[in-house]
């Protein structure tokens, strides 16, 4: 590589971190509690005893009660309020339902109730007042993780920060020849200036981390993009899948026919599938005038992929179904591998291990800047000119 | 002054551990059990490099 194309890699590789490098820690430093975000709930929180332990509230056995009496009941707790959704579980009875005080009410309006479907038990229930102790702090990390508290643009400008994040991470890989010309993989002058061992581990800690930086990375950025893929896919497969239905009035609350009812009318659309969960009419996730059912594929890398039936929800008879498309279904994936959360523990344990690398790397980056700013004798330092940095080695 | 090294010298190992490590992450995604493990494997790869460097390599 000649030294000019050296240069301008330098340049956009100094750019593209000193860009995200503040907001990055902000999301490893929040990331790394939110990887165990379900083993800090089940230590904090009490163990519900199920009616029927080990039976998913996702399938249609015996002792299960209707999805109408549920609905009922939740109904009744929240007077006044509209269903918006009802969510289902493959391993244990529990379900939740969220309502809110209009079909398109924002997440800070809904209360989320969870259900104990073998028994009709009320097992707890949720809202943004509510929340308290580890519960809040966690609600607290997760949202200053997502969006800052910014809502969508500050969704979107976070994944802006991944953008820049990624380029950053590209532009190491092509600096990192040059950086090691001289010296074999792994190599660590841990014996000579500072600012010579922190590019040896920046170095290091980066180029073995790339591949799960990069994923981690893309599918920061994707899951940012959550709010313009979903609205894309109401805007175009769910507008052609209810074309008939175009320029309806919105179906009144009162005029909803049964779940059971529509729930039949979808499983057997789709047989051999369960239910993840239901959104109903008005929200982000449905039309007007249907009772979105949302099925899981039935394979372990399908389960993932989503495909909405939709029935109509006042008579109760099938619309559609359709898988989502391929850019609704990069979001399904992109969730587990953003978040590490299907590997069991020991994959959140590397999930933890490889973002206190992130943050090292992040760290000895901006401490590389600063120290060949503050001293311009080592102004030639690690950039421009590999000859001198990659100092070689005995 | 020591050898120059090739791009592919240069790459060798970092690729080995790039290829491990996307392989690892989508194993998991394709079922539980011995995928779930393979998982675990791949991704203890970078940490074990780590580790290797500062034993072996450091002065």
Same mark, same amino acid.
């Given at each position: 590589m000649s030294r000019a194309a050296i240069k301008e890699w330098v340049w956009v590789h100094k750019w593209s971190s000193l860009v995200c490098t503040a907001f990055l820690l902000m999301l490893c430093l929040t990331g790394l509690p939110l990887i165990f975000h379900d083993e800090i709930d089940r230590l904090t929180e009490d163990q519900p005893a199920f009616g029927m332990p080990g039976v998913g509230s996702s399938g249609t056995a015996k002792g299960l009660l209707t =999805?109408?009496?549920? =609905?009922?009941?939740?109904?009744?707790?929240?007077p006044g309020e509209v269903p918006l959704y009802m969510a289902f579980d493959n391993d244990q009875p529990s379900m939740t339902i969220t309502t809110g005080p209009r079909p398109d009410a924002p997440g800070s309006q809904m209360t989320i109730q969870s259900f104990d479907r073998s028994t009709g038990k009320l097992i707890g229930a949720v809202n943004e007042d509510s929340v308290s102790g580890v519960d809040a702090v966690m609600h607290f990390l997760l949202e200053l993780h997502t969006d800052m508290f910014l809502g969508l643009p500050g969704m979107l400008f976070l994944g802006a920060m991944g953008a820049a994040f990624v380029i950053a991470l590209i532009s190491g890989v092509v600096l990192y020849a040059p950086f090691m010309r001289k010296l074999d993989f792994g190599s660590l002058r841990t014996t000579r200036s500072r600012r010579t061992k922190w590019l040896d581990y920046h170095n290091l800690l980066g180029i073995v981390g790339l591949a799960w930086m990069l994923v981690v990375g893309l599918t920061g950025v994707i899951n940012a993009l959550a709010v313009p893929i979903e609205a894309a896919w109401k805007a175009n497969e769910l507008a052609a899948m209810t074309g008939e239905y175009a320029g309806r009035e919105p179906l009144d609350q009162a005029r909803y026919g049964s779940l059971d009812k529509a729930m039949a009318a979808a499983r057997a659309q789709l047989p051999g599938t369960n239910p993840?969960?239901?959104?109903?009419?008005?929200?982000?996730?449905?039309?007007?005038?249907?009772?979105? /059912?949302?099925?899981?594929?039935?394979?372990?890398?399908?389960?993932?992929? =989503?495909?909405?039936?939709?029935v109509d929800a006042e008579t109760g008879t099938f619309t559609a179904a359709r898988p989502m498309p391929w850019y609704y279904q990069a979001l399904s994936l992109s969730r587990p591998l953003h978040f590490g959360d299907y590997g069991g523990l020991p994959l959140k344990l590397l999930w933890a291990a490889l973002? =206190?690398?992130?943050?090292? /790397?992040?760290?000895?980056?901006?401490?590389?800047?600063?120290?060949?700013?503050?001293?311009?004798?080592?102004?030639?330092?690690?950039?421009?000119?590999?000859?001198?940095?990659?100092?070689?080695?005995? | 002054m020591s050898r120059v090294r090739s791009l592919p010298a240069i790459f060798a190992w970092p690729a080995v551990i790039f290829v491990i490590g996307i392989a690892g992450l989508v194993i998991a995604l394709t079922g539980d059990g011995w995928r779930d493990g393979a998982a675990w494997a791949a991704l203890a790869a970078p940490v074990a490099a780590v580790a290797w460097a500062m034993r072996a390599r450091r002065r």
């Open positions: =999805l109408d009496d549920m =609905l009922a009941q939740a109904l009744a707790n929240r993840q969960f239901i959104a109903f009419p008005g929200g982000t996730f449905s039309s007007n005038h249907h009772y979105a /059912v949302f099925f899981q594929g039935d394979t372990p890398l399908t389960e993932r992929l =989503l495909t909405p039936a939709l973002t =206190l690398f992130t943050i090292h /790397v992040l760290g000895t980056g901006l401490y590389l800047w600063l120290a060949k700013r503050r001293s311009p004798a080592l102004a030639q330092g690690p950039a421009p000119m590999p000859s001198r940095i990659a100092e070689p080695a005995e | -």
